[in-house]
């Protein structure tokens, strides 16, 4: 009975000791949240810095669609488009992001104008751009 007795004793013993690692400590949690908290505050920046150079990159493309059309427009007329709705582009005048418009600016040279293409952000954290067309 004593080797019977002790090894159910034994049992008994190993099966309280199994249920007791099966959760985590409030300790433990904390850590993790700390961690997390700390990795997702150095991420944070870059993410954001990310989203505003994607939103950035829409004003680039429609700029550069711009360029290309008053290219082809001064090739077809002798003249370059002083609106946008001249160049029937397609593209919106306005978005969430940025405001569109074509200014024309007088050369040096008093000769010619030249037209330039904005995009004028709407929100301080992006840039405005700008591209001009010349004769030359």
């Not at 082809?72 to 002798?78: K, L, T």
Request: proline share 2%; hydrophobic share 40%; net charge negative.
């Amino acid at each position: 009975m004593g080797l019977f007795h002790n090894i159910k004793t034994m049992t008994i013993y190993v099966n309280f000791k199994k249920n007791l690692s099966l959760g985590f400590t409030l300790i433990e949690l904390l850590v993790v949240i700390i961690i997390i908290s700390i990795l997702s505050g150095i991420a944070l920046p870059v993410i954001i810095d990310q989203i505003h150079k994607a939103k950035e990159v829409e004003a680039k493309q429609n700029l550069s669609i711009c360029y290309r059309s008053q290219q082809v427009y001064y090739q077809e007329y002798g003249a370059f488009a002083q609106t946008l709705e001249q160049l029937e582009l397609g593209i919106k005048t306005e978005t969430n992001n940025y405001k569109y418009a074509i200014e024309v600016f007088n050369a040096p040279n008093n000769k010619d104008d030249f037209p330039c293409c904005i995009a004028e952000a709407k929100q301080s954290e992006l840039e405005t751009y700008m591209q001009c067309n010349s004769q030359n």
